[in-house]
């Protein structure tokens, strides 16, 4: 059975940083488009960033270029989401998600309906 599993959430000051991790276990990364996608409360969620499965490409929204890196560590069949400078408006549930197939969806930032796999989510809270 397929899991994504991410973490490395927690409650963080402004300017602060945190990395996100998303370890998938019976799926291999690799080959795929990854996503990280995010929910506030009260707010539709979100595609944040995604790594692409051909070149590894990046993408981004634009409220958090500049701020974020997506990154992978193929042996681990991981991939990362580095925040920094972090923002209020930043506070949300994160969450990692893949498509079933291989096609590369990642030529902006992602889209939920392209995605197959979906992780429980790791809360990140930013606020003094």
């Known amino acids: 059975q397929v899991q994504l599993v991410e973490s490395g959430g927690g409650l963080v000051q402004p300017g602060g940083s945190l990395t996100l991790s998303c370890a998938a276990s019976g799926y291999t990364l690799d080959d795929r488009t990854v996503g990280w996608f995010r929910q506030a409360p009260g707010k539709e969620r979100e595609g944040v960033s995604c790594i692409s499965s051909s070149d590894g490409s990046t993408n981004y929204v634009d409220s958090v270029k500049g701020r974020f890196t997506i990154s992978r560590a193929n042996a681990k069949n991981t991939v990362y989401l580095h925040m920094n400078t972090l923002k209020p408006e930043d506070t949300a549930v994160y969450y990692c998600?893949?498509?079933?197939?291989?096609?590369?969806?990642?030529?902006?930032?992602?889209?939920?309906?392209?995605?197959?796999?979906w992780g429980e989510g790791t809360l990140v809270t930013v606020s003094s």
């Open positions: 998600a893949t498509p079933r197939n291989l096609n590369d969806y990642c030529s902006g930032p992602p889209l939920s309906y392209e995605m197959d796999y």
